[in-house]
């Protein structure tokens, strides 16, 4: 952080954000508003006070976050490739804008070009939307099971410890996912000549590189989409 405010400016430090906010517009509202319909379908009807087992809210989310990212993938693209140009001095950066790289890069590659890195995305994806969703379901039915009562402490309590699980068990895949992005179209290699390259040069270490900084987006990211989610859905929720 502090080497990009050096060298570029506070503001560099929202690089992407227009792609990004385009992403979680998309990506989120398909992950999380489906997540709850999509449950309910693999569970089944369920007897009163009986809740979904952690391999149902697992298939579950790992369904909506691969439905959302097949959806969203041209959006975290550009996110990627927007804040990877922040390296380069401004004269030299290929996108003006979001809407700039869109249409450069469907100029160049054509319409696949926009679902570069689709399949460690999806691989990605499902599996942090499976670990920060059931998880932060799973922790909720834990924390009431012992007698925490419903509200903002418990609700941020479970969202970090949602975003711990989605850190710990999503920095492989999303290490992979950047690397694939940010790469030139024609590289070449492999995801599993990748995987090989990455193993046998920087050690198994190197999956989980940036993992403090993922933690401080996730574990900040869930606490904000949580507690909001649970105000939100309070609005539309018939009073008994």
């Known amino acids: 952080m502090k080497t990009i405010v050096g060298e570029e400016t506070p503001r560099a430090l929202f690089s992407g954000l227009s792609p990004g906010l385009q992403r979680q517009f998309v990506f989120a509202g398909l992950r999380i508003g489906l997540y709850v319909p999509i449950r309910n379908i693999i569970c089944g009807p369920m007897k009163p006070g009986e809740n979904p087992t952690l391999l149902q809210k697992i298939a579950a989310g790992m369904a909506t976050g691969a439905l959302g990212i097949t959806v969203a993938n041209p959006t975290d693209l550009v996110k990627v490739r927007m804040q990877g140009q922040g390296r380069l001095p401004e004269a030299e950066r290929p996108y003006t804008s979001s809407m700039d790289c869109y249409k450069k890069t469907f100029a160049k ?29 799973q922790f909720k039915e834990l924390c009431l099971g012992i007698g925490m009562r419903e509200g ?20 492989p895949v999303d290490v992979l996912k ?19 390259s990455m193993i046998a040069k920087e050690g198994p270490l190197a999956f989980y590189k940036g993992f403090s900084a993922n933690f ?25």
């Open 178 to 196: 950047t690397r694939i992005m940010n790469r030139n179209p024609g590289e070449g290699q492999s995801l599993g000549g990748l995987v090989g």
């Open 152 to 171: 903002l402490p418990m609700h941020i309590a479970c969202a970090f410890g949602a975003g711990f699980v989605a850190c710990c068990v999503g920095s």
């Open 109 to 137: 590659d054509g319409m696949k070009g926009l679902w570069v890195g689709w399949a460690p995305n999806v691989m990605r994806n499902s599996v942090i939307n499976a670990a920060e969703l059931a998880s932060y379901d």
């Open 216 to 240: 401080m987006r996730l574990g900040s990211w869930n606490v904000v989409m949580f507690v909001s989610l649970e105000n939100i859905k309070s609005f539309f929720t018939p009073e008994e």
